[in-house]
């Protein structure tokens, strides 16, 4: 019985420690992808605008729990940095953009919102950035490389 015993202290101390070493990697991960993400700003010189007037939302596509591209249409895409963490963001199918004013974008107003979660998270846009269609197409190609 006190072999037992044993192997399942040790059993239960390599889950622990496998764990950890999953969350420190999880959590390099998230920080690698945020440094992606702001050396691109940093090397293309975006500037942040506060407002998109005449913004159609026509599709999007996600980086990271706090970045995501959304396209405009007419070759207007937009990155959007969000306030914090928005749950499940990076894996999300669907989302839905709440506009405090029809056809325009703001920062600090609107709000992102993954669809299908139990307990929906609304997630606030901290900054826009326009991007041409080569710096979103360029953004995409860098993330994945680096993921």
């Not at 306030?83 to 999300?92: D, H, I, R, W």
Request: proline content about 1%; glycine content about 2%.
């Amino acid at each position: 019985m006190k072999i037992y015993n044993k192997i399942v202290i040790v059993f239960y101390m390599l889950i622990v420690i496998i764990s950890l070493s999953d969350c420190s990697n999880n959590k390099n991960n998230k920080s690698q992808r945020f440094e992606i993400i702001s050396k691109f700003i940093a090397l293309n010189k975006l500037k942040s605008i506060d407002n998109v007037f005449a913004f159609n939302f026509r599709g999007w596509s996600s980086l990271d729990d706090s970045h995501l591209i959304v396209d405009s249409g007419f070759n207007r895409n937009y990155l959007l940095k969000l306030e914090g963490y928005c749950s499940n963001l990076s894996y999300a199918i669907n989302i839905k953009l709440y506009q405090g004013i029809n056809n325009r974008l703001q920062t600090h107003f609107d709000s992102v919102s993954v669809i299908n979660q139990s307990f929906p998270q609304k997630c606030r846009i901290k900054k826009i950035y326009l991007l041409t269609n080569d710096q979103k197409n360029e953004l995409n190609k860098v993330y994945k490389q680096n993921i």
